[in-house]
């Protein structure tokens, strides 16, 4: 039993992500095979290793000393594995895509200490979440950061980070408006395909704001294209806005070139994910990528 390894990955997933479903979601199985295999391991060692709470796991004494065990044995085939790639003297360059807010203005953040924690090369290619998952369906990328999930068979998604909207205009802004302001404005706003503005939209509709009312004087089809739009407005006279990532004009309100507001009563956000192939989760490569991705949550 102990040398199936599948199951001594099991258990060290759903302790590292404190959570069965989080567990399933990240190893691409169903969450009654995790837990079917929590408890083959169980029953074979005759010993309880971990309690189910409605926060969360927990591990018994005897689970956490079968922990220590594993993270000794996980920390050796780490050093197997860079043992093997220098013997065979692998050059890789790890390929990320990402969707363009994601990799215009929060991958750069970190991206080449991404490099420095897998010891190869990194290379991005930003496009829209679509062809994101295109390519890496077609193995052209190795992993996608997408701020659509686009649901495909044989992809695994890991929810990463959720990125807030919020409301900018040039012309100076209350830090929270009021649902009637939000008529008062000249808007600028994506596209009817947009996933941001089905987003926007449907929170408006929780609220009982109708976006058809809205001044719409101009539709982008980026989040840039809509900031420099915004950016370019007046600040005399009627405010131009728009709604976007915050990563997008953290610049700008630093400087003041720009003004950030909320909308009282109203949070605005996404979840971003990250996605890989199903076929590939036992990667070395992108398991420490997804890793140090995953420990950038930025809100």
Known sequence: MLRDFSKIETFMTVVKEKSFSKASKKLGISQPAVTQQIK??????????????KNGVRLTKEGEALYRIVQKLEKQISNAEKEVLKIINKQLTFILGASYTIGNYILPDFLSQIKEAINSDVMVKVEDSKAILEQLIDKKIDLALLELPIFEEGVIYREWMQDELVLISKSPLPKYVKKDDLYTFDWICREDESHTRKII???FEGIGVD????????????????????????????????????HIVEQEAENGSLHVAKVRGLKLSRTLYLAYLKERKNDAFIDRVCNYIMSKRKV
Not at 40 to 53: A, G, H, N
């Open 211 to 246: 976006c058809q009312q809205f001044n719409l004087k101009g539709i982008v089809t980026t989040s840039t294209a809509a900031k420099q739009t915004v950016l370019r407005s007046s600040p005399i006279g009627t405010p131009t806005v728009s709604i976007v990532s915050k």
């Open 201 to 203: 939209h449907e929170a």
């Open 40 to 53: 083959l391991l169980e029953e074979y060692m005759e010993i309880k290793i971990v309690d189910r709470k």
